[in-house]
């Protein structure tokens, strides 16, 4: 196939990925971003918890692709 790989660009302030936190998937913009460690908004509340592993997409060209992984550090806690 004619792939054209490229290098994944750095996080951006308020850009909008799909994160993928164990078999739940939800939106989420970007708050900030420092070093290796970002803040994130999500569209919808997931169940989940520290430390759990998370999957990152961007919006590529229509198509969401993987563009690394990501641990959960701490959230906000929702009662229900």
């Known amino acids: 196939g004619g792939e ?4 994944v660009q750095k ?5 909008v990925l799909m994160l993928n936190i ?5 939106g989420a913009r970007v708050l ?8 994130m908004q999500l569209t919808s509340p997931v169940c989940t918890k520290e430390g ?5 997409s961007r919006r ?3 198509h969401w692709r993987l563009i ?13």
């Open 4 to 7: 054209k790989q490229s290098k």
């Open 11 to 15: 996080l951006s302030k308020n850009e």
């Open 22 to 26: 164990g078999s739940m998937c939800t």
């Open 32 to 39: 900030s971003v420092k070093s290796d460690v970002s803040k």
């Open 52 to 56: 759990e592993k998370i999957a990152l």
């Open 60 to 62: 590529v060209d229509k």
């Open 68 to 80: 690394g992984w990501g641990q959960i550090k701490k959230g906000v806690r929702l009662e229900l």
